[in-house]
């Protein structure tokens, strides 16, 4: 009985504060997005948009449905998380090696020179990110709605300070993607930092065999959900940019 009750309450607790912090986070980047409208143009906006396909592909690949493999899976120990920690981080360096040297291609496809840069630099983020997937896991797994809610309302608050910052000062499309950045890397450290979810250092290969049928259904979801928003992002860049005579 009362572990059933602990459940309900963690539940109800879990309820309450995912939706109270879905409600700030919406507030917070109403008004973010307000002020940024006023600094940015909709090309500012495209040039980033533009990378968001590479991005997610290489975050859903990053990810590879380990985090929903550690919440489902029955029994998990810190073996499971340590291996996911270090694939992550070793697949995400190889993943942006490989789009660091693509960046040119990036760049000349999109006829954007100013894009090869741009490319290198938001890259990064899902290079930061891979540092708290783990974590991540551990506290959907334990219920941790609180936690990571303060997490997420923290991010947001601070990454969107810096983008408006930047923006204001002149920075255009690098401050709205340093703000993409900056989320990423106070969300993570609130993870690592506030929430203490060490790693061992010893690697554990065989822990990497998780069940394969959620990392792939995962992926495609992912997958589609990238697609689906490059075609809006370059529905925006194509309906801002002036055409060329």
């Not at 190889?94 to 890259?123: G, H, M, N, Q």
């Not at 910052?165 to 890397?185: C, E, K, M, N, R």
């Amino acid at each position: 009985m009362s572990e059933n009750q602990s459940l309900k309450e963690k539940t109800a607790k879990g309820l309450f504060w995912g939706g109270f912090s879905n409600g700030i986070q919406q507030l917070l980047t109403l008004v973010f997005g307000i002020f940024l409208g006023r600094l940015l143009t909709p090309s500012d906006y495209g040039m980033v948009g533009m990378l968001s396909i590479f991005s997610l592909i290489a975050s859903s690949i990053q990810e590879s449905g380990f985090t929903a493999a550690l919440v489902t899976r029955k029994e998990v120990t810190h073996k499971d998380y340590n291996a996911v920690f270090w694939f992550n981080i070793s697949i995400s360096l190889c993943l942006y090696l490989v789009l660091f040297l693509c960046a040119p291609l990036i760049a000349d496809f999109y006829k954007t020179p100013e894009l090869k840069s741009l490319a290198r630099y938001a890259f990064t983020g899902f290079v930061i990110a891979s540092l708290g997937i783990s974590h991540s896991a551990y506290l959907q797994r334990n219920l941790m709605i609180k936690q990571r809610s303060l997490s997420m309302v923290i991010g947001v608050t601070i990454s969107g300070i810096a983008g408006v910052t930047l923006a204001y000062l002149g920075f255009s499309y690098w401050g709205y993607a340093t703000q993409g950045i900056v989320y990423v890397a106070v969300n993570t450290a609130c993870n690592l930092v506030l929430f203490k979810l060490a790693a061992y250092v010893r690697i554990q290969s065989r822990s990497y065999k998780t069940d394969v049928r959620i990392q792939w259904k995962t992926f495609n979801y992912q997958y589609l959900q990238s697609h689906q928003q490059q075609s809006v992002f370059r529905d925006t860049w194509v309906s801002s940019t002036p055409k060329r005579k």
